[in-house]
Antibody, heavy 113, light 109 residues
Framework: EGQLVQSGGGLVQPGGSLRLSCAAS????????MNWVRQAPGKGLEWVAN????????YYLDSVRGRFTISRDNAKNSLYLQMNSLRGEDTAMYFC??????WGQGTLVTVSS | QAVVTQEPSLTVSPGGTVTLTCGSS?????????PYWFQQKPGQAPRTLIY???NKHSWTPARFSGSLVGGKAALTLSGAQPEDEAVYYC?????????FGGGTKLTVL
């Protein structure tokens, strides 16, 4: 069965940067779209960005476009989210998710001084 | 960006049947919006139940089914179990604009 294991995240000051990683196993990573989804404390799910299986198409939530960069390395079965110019409203649990149906365990990003 | 609407809360009796719906501000929901349904329990990551309107994963209980009804995507639970109490989210893809609904809190009581 497939699995996504996340790493990265933590506490960062406003304006700072973080990089999230998501390592896939147990399924053909390079055959599926990958997504980043976030959930602010006590709130619903919010889609952040996605990337096509070959990296040829990328889409972002309007509020993160220009600050966040999604990327993938199919040779390493890994997905990344580079987050720059972080704001308080970016504070959330971040999940990676694949259209193959699997979700990462989530990693908390807290933006605070 | 499109707005995706779901019932904020629903209640179903154990063994009963309930239908959750997912609408779009852009018009009727069609299979071309690739509706997904997710289940999330407190303190857990979401779990994918349904993809592309009505397809199930190997782990999706048979009592869950997806469809299109009256211009909306629908998730029907037939024979509700106490463990089905959770928040259910739908997701629609509008040409690269991917949007979650606000979620439906389902109570089994």
């Amino acid at each position: 069965e497939g699995q996504l294991v996340q790493s990265g995240g933590g506490l960062v000051q406003p304006g700072g940067s973080l990089r999230l990683s998501c390592a896939a196993s147990g399924f053909t990573f390079g055959g599926y779209w990958m997504n980043w989804v976030r959930q602010a404390p006590g709130k619903g799910l919010e889609w952040v960005a996605n990337i096509k299986w070959d990296g040829s198409e990328i889409y972002y939530l309007d509020s993160v476009r220009g600050r966040f960069t999604i990327s993938r390395d199919n040779a390493k079965n890994s997905l990344y989210l580079q987050m720059n110019s972080l704001r308080g409203e970016d504070t959330a649990m971040y999940f990676c998710m694949t259209t193959a149906g699997y979700w990462g365990q989530g990693t908390l990003v807290t933006v605070s001084s | 960006q499109a707005v995706v609407t779901q019932e904020p809360s629903l209640t179903v009796s154990p063994g009963g049947t309930v239908t959750l719906t997912c609408g779009s501000s852009t018009g009727a929901v069609t299979s071309g919006l690739y509706p997904y349904w997710f289940q999330q329990k407190p303190g857990q990551a979401p779990r994918t139940l349904i993809y592309d309107t009505s397809n199930k994963h190997s782990w999706t209980p048979a009592r869950f089914s997806g469809s299109l009804v009256g211009g909306k995507a629908a998730l029907t639970l037939s024979g509700a179990q106490p463990e089905d109490e959770a928040v259910y989210y739908c997701l629609l893809s509008h040409s690269g604009d991917v949007v979650f609904g606000g979620g439906t809190k389902l109570t089994v009581l």
